[in-house]
């Protein structure tokens, strides 16, 4: 009689067999797929160098070839397949002296007792394993580790008429796996009684068959606001399923060294504009000091009259950190006033600008240093590219954001997806070159388009926006109140293009 971890595997290798045959005979967005998925992984759990990841159900070697490129071949990596017939073509695909491949007749079997920072599965839960399946996997994720699922989107359409038709006229070839029957509360509330923390789950990927290949343009350009749309995002071919196990209180969080480049050592000043943020000065600046100690050259807090302990907090700190500088604004507000102010003052190299709510992906930033290394002017961070992740922006901000996008790139002749992030870095003859005309949040516009229309190389590298949680205070941005401003600008730079004036006043 078979234990219940060989009846688990036995089931899990069934599962890992169909979807690996439909993949391969199939799906001609695989590697596509594969490759989104991945590089969501990363930027979801904010992998680092070092770390350990665990891929279940590897089967071929697919996703773990892309999962090797997304993170840099700087992890290490462990496909567990169930077969051993996979064995010598993930080996034949990689090669790779940070991938070892496990094969398993019992779940967890050999992996009893190891704990893995990330766990990854593609299509491998069915209703009658899954509780077993979820529980069993939160013992191999370590405290504070993450776990990600993608799998067929219950909620489609599609897949139930599928479902009846295979009823009414048997097809002669295996299919993925079949949704899983839940919705998202019953999701919700399986994963939090198995003790998950930070769950979501959330239509993803509107490319896959019967989809055509003529439509991968508009399914990967439209992809942001179909996932976001209501209703709509129903019709999304998978879900992902995004929890953590929760940390220790008070458990130190893992640091790297993200210093890659020698040029930026002891260069970059780090421009912070500040309302009512005491809550994420601190966690902001030790993430900046513990993964880019070596870049800094200074941090600027600049407060704009905050009414709380932003300034008192700073100040604190400068006493810590040498690098912490507090640039104490007067009246009036707006994040517009606080940037000119701040890249004043900067004395870097390089300057970089970000929100104080960017804490948690500061881990990012190492991208956005890559592509100045390699010759760019500026580097934006872009929560709307294909591999960007964003979770729990307001839908209402997605459809302003794009509109404005869309028609800012047809009036100024330019390509950009995302220069309204406040997540940039730029050389200093570049910063000192702007002038922002904008006293609010429209400013961030004009941080992005003026170098684009100066003619200066501006790079766009995705990155992740999660929305605010509880812990870290509230934006004060305010679409209806801010949206026209941004129109403004826009308007104003296409006039000064129609008669030739330059995109920018001289500063005074």
């Not at 759990?45 to 350990?52: K, N, R, S, T, Y």
């Not at 930070?198 to 290949?213: E, T």
């Not at 400013?443 to 999660?466: D, F």
């Not at 305010?478 to 000064?496: A, D, E, Q, S």
């Amino acid at each position: 009689m078979r234990s219940k971890g060989e009846e688990l595997a036995s089931l899990l290798a069934k599962q890992e067999d169909r979807r690996a045959a439909y993949w391969n005979r199939f799906d001609p967005f695989v590697d596509l797929r594969m490759k989104w998925r991945a590089s969501m992984m990363r930027h979801l759990f904010h992998i680092l160098p070092g770390q350990e990841i665990l891929e279940i159900g590897a089967g071929n070697g697919e996703f773990t070839r892309s999962l090797v490129i997304a993170t840099r071949d700087e992890c290490k990596i462990t496909t567990v397949v169930f077969s051993s017939k996979y064995i010598d073509e993930i080996k034949g695909k990689l090669n790779n002296k940070n991938v070892d491949t496990v094969c398993l007749d019992s779940f967890p079997g050999l992996l009893g007792g190891k704990k893995f920072d990330c766990v990854i599965t593609n299509h491998m839960l069915e209703d009658h394993i899954r509780n077993e399946f979820l529980c069993t996997v939160k013992q191999l994720i370590k405290s504070g580790g993450g776990f990600l699922l993608f799998e067929p989107n219950p909620w489609n359409y599609y897949y139930h008429v599928r479902k009846l038709f295979r009823r009414l006229i048997p097809i002669p070839w295996s299919r993925p796996a079949d949704p899983i029957s839940l919705t998202g509360l019953e999701a919700f509330s399986i994963l939090s009684e198995i003790g998950y923390t930070q769950i979501n789950v959330l239509p993803y990927d509107f490319l896959y068959p019967p989809i055509p290949k003529f439509l991968i343009w508009p399914a990967k350009n439209l992809s942001i606001i179909m996932e976001n749309f209501p209703c709509l995002r129903n019709l999304a071919g998978s879900l992902y399923i995004w929890a953590r196990n929760p940390s220790f209180e008070n458990e130190e969080q893992t640091t790297v060294d993200l210093c890659d480049h020698q040029i930026f050592f002891g260069k970059v000043s780090f421009v912070i504009p500040c309302h009512n943020e005491e809550m994420n000065v601190a966690p902001l600046i030790k993430g900046i000091t513990d993964f880019y100690g070596k870049y800094v050259s200074e941090i600027l807090i600049v407060d704009d009259n905050s009414t709380d302990r932003t300034a008192e907090v700073t100040e604190k700190l400068s006493k810590i950190y040498e690098c912490v500088r507090l640039v104490k604004r007067s009246l009036p507000n707006g994040v517009g006033r606080a940037l000119r102010e701040g890249l004043n003052e900067a004395k870097g190299e390089y300057i970089l600008i970000m929100d104080s709510d960017f804490q948690h992906i500061i881990p990012e930033i190492r991208d956005l240093f890559d592509v100045i290394e390699d010759g760019a002017d500026v580097a934006v961070g872009s929560r709307f590219s294909r591999e960007s992740v964003l979770v729990n922006y307001a839908f209402t901000k997605i459809l302003a954001n794009r509109a404005f996008h869309v028609l800012a790139n047809i009036l100024l002749g330019r390509h950009f997806r995302d220069i309204s992030n406040n997540l940039k870095i730029f050389r200093r003859d570049v910063a000192k070159k702007l002038v922002i005309e904008s006293d609010d949040f429209a400013a961030n516009v004009e941080t992005g388009l003026k170098p684009i229309l100066l003619g200066y190389r501006v790079v766009e590298v995705p990155i992740s926006w999660v929305n605010r949680s509880v812990d870290m205070g509230f934006s004060t941005f305010r679409i209806f109140r801010t949206g026209p401003n941004y129109w403004k600008i826009l308007l104003r730079l296409v006039w000064r293009r129609i008669t030739k004036q330059p995109y920018q006043k001289e500063s005074s």
